[in-house]
Nanobody
């Protein structure tokens, strides 16, 4: 069965850290651009990180998480991670990993991370940042 499974979410205090994992089964993540996006109640879906399918594994981040989140992949484990540091209450959301992502330049100096309709994702993992 082709699927991705997200895990690692939980309750954390502001300023804390979490590492999310995205494990693929039925296919290999190598060769796919993988994105993380989040969905908070009452808010639009937001792409937060993207790692390219190219050999250099270029990474891209939304302005809201840049400098705090890091996306990486471990091909041997068929896993993509999202390291989240300095968490804020506004980071509270369900986080999903998607099997495609597109970083689109947004003037003047930032990007928007889009998740194509052709991508698929798992059930997500809930991150709650609260004291």
């Amino acid at each position: 069965q082709v699927q991705v499974v997200e895990s690692g979410g939980g309750l954390v205090q502001p300023g804390g850290s979490l590492r999310l994992s995205c494990v693929a089964s039925g296919f290999t993540l190598r060769g796919f651009a993988i994105g993380w996006f989040r969905q908070a109640p009452g808010k639009e879906r937001e792409g937060v990180a993207c790692i390219s399918s190219s050999g250099d594994d270029s990474t891209y981040y939304s302005d809201s998480v840049k400098g705090r989140f890091t996306i990486s992949r471990d091909n041997a484990k068929n896993t993509v991670y999202l390291q989240m540091n300095s968490l804020k209450p506004e980071d509270t959301a369900v986080y999903y990993c998607a099997t495609d992502c597109r970083p689109v330049p947004k003037l003047p100096h930032s990007i928007v991370i889009l998740i194509p309709a052709s991508a698929f994702w798992g059930q997500g993992t809930l991150v709650t940042v609260s004291s």
